[in-house]
């Protein structure tokens, strides 16, 4: 009943930004906590940033924060991730996911997931 599509990925040189977007289908989109993952060749899938439902509590991993900043529209039923001052090492398959706002960084708690959008920063 949830379809997530991400989009706005791309090359892009180190120090440079990207703009990533998650469109949901479904109502009930402002009923969720939405996050996004990365997962890299040969690495485990790793938390990046999730947002709860009102968008007024975001959350990061450190190695991102101070760089990219979540956000979500609930009217048009989406969620961003601007990607800013962007590192070699942030390369990798970009994924949004929706669950209850409670799920911050716990992978385990999300329920569906987008195609994923690739990400890569050359040096």
């Known amino acids: 009943q949830v379809q997530l599509v991400e989009s706005g990925g791309g090359l892009v040189q180190a120090g440079g930004s990207l703009r990533l977007s998650c469109a949901a289908s479904?109502?009930?989109?402002?009923?969720?906590?939405m996050g996004w993952f990365r997962q890299a060749p040969g690495k485990e899938r790793e938390f990046v940033a999730a947002i709860n439902w009102s968008g007024g509590s975001t959350y990061y991993a450190d190695s991102v924060k101070g760089r990219f900043t979540i956000s979500r529209d609930n009217a048009r039923n989406t969620v961003y991730l601007q990607m800013n001052s962007l590192k070699p090492e942030d390369t990798a398959v970009y994924y949004c996911a929706t669950g209850p706002s409670r799920a911050r960084e716990r992978t385990y708690e999300y329920d569906y997931w987008g195609q994923g959008t690739q990400v890569t920063v050359s040096s």
């Open positions: 479904g109502r009930t989109f402002s009923s969720y906590g």
